[in-house]
């Protein structure tokens, strides 16, 4: 059974930092490139960061580059968001992804984040 479990959301205050994690389990984690996803109320789900199989490469949307840092730890099966200097609008449900081409996508349940002082 195919598991991805976000932990670590809450509230916080502008300025300051939390990080997410994701356990993944019931695949080849080491083979998909995962990715962090959030969807603001009454707003599409945006990418925010991703991190290939070999954790060689990451890519971060423009609105969190310099504050976010994605990264993973294969023997765990999990990845992490690491988010500083946060702002309001970073306020979202923020979800875990797998992709890996020509295979299953597969999503956590998200972990809200509300950041407000």
């Known amino acids: 059974q195919v598991q991805l479990v976000e932990s670590g959301g809450g509230l916080v205050q502008p300025g300051g930092s939390l990080r997410l994690s994701c356990a993944a389990s019931?695949?080849?984690?080491?083979?998909?490139?995962m990715r962090w996803f959030r969807q603001a109320p009454g707003k599409e789900r945006d990418l925010v960061a991703d991190?290939?199989?070999?954790?060689?490469?990451?890519n971060y949307a423009d609105s969190v580059k310099g504050r976010f840092t994605i990264s993973r730890d294969d023997a765990k099966k999990t990845v992490y968001l690491q988010m500083n200097s946060l702002k309001p609008e970073d306020t979202a449900l923020y979800y875990c992804?797998?992709?890996?081409?020509?295979?299953?996508?597969?999503w956590g349940q998200g972990t809200q984040v509300t950041v407000s002082s």
């Open positions: 019931g695949f080849t984690f080491t083979i998909y490139t």
């Open positions: 991190i290939t199989s070999s954790g060689g490469s990451t």
């Open positions: 992804n797998a992709y890996r081409l020509g295979s299953p996508r597969y």
